[in-house]
């Protein structure tokens, strides 16, 4: 993993503590929410420059990452969408295994079809893209190292 700087923990409860126990035990704890699988992604701060992490619903397919910044379909984007596009060098931990990836947003067909497989893996993003105007959008993550 590529990232380095200090590591700032998530004012919200639920999120410091899933990151905690998810780290702590390479994934054998925190690794589930609702019943689904989750990775954490590490960015950099928009604003702060300090290290940010999020647990987010594993969306993978052949080694490529997606990470939907729905909010829960809030009307605002997520805090760690503006860090994604400050700086598009993230790492990710799926599990035991650590990686650097470069975040891009799609959009068109690539979004598309990205959505559509994202609602597969987890439907709740559905709900949550019913729940707002915005248009949820879904960054890439592509393996750099």
């Known amino acids: 993993m590529a990232l380095t700087g ?28 609702r019943g689904f699988p989750v990775v ?10 300090n290290l940010r992490k999020n647990p987010v619903m594993r969306v993978e397919r052949d080694g490529t990452y997606v990470a939907i910044a729905s909010k829960g ?17 993230v790492d990710l931990q799926d599990g035991a295994e650590k990686h650097t990836y470069k975040a891009r947003i799609v959009e068109g067909d690539e979004r598309a079809d ?12 559905g709900e949550y893209q019913q729940k ?13 190292d």
């Open 6 to 33: 200090t590591y700032v923990p998530s004012k919200t409860e639920w999120v410091r503590d899933n990151v905690a126990e998810y780290e702590a035990t390479d994934g054998e704890k925190g690794r589930f929410l």
């Open 40 to 49: 954490v992604i590490t960015s950099v701060g928009a604003k702060s420059g």
């Open 73 to 89: 379909g809030a009307p605002e984007h997520p805090e760690w969408y503006f860090n994604f596009l400050a700086n598009p060098e």
């Open 114 to 125: 990205w959505w559509e497989y994202a609602v597969a893996t987890w439907p709740t993003y």
């Open 132 to 144: 707002t105007d915005r248009e949820i959008p879904v960054f890439l993550l592509e393996r750099t």
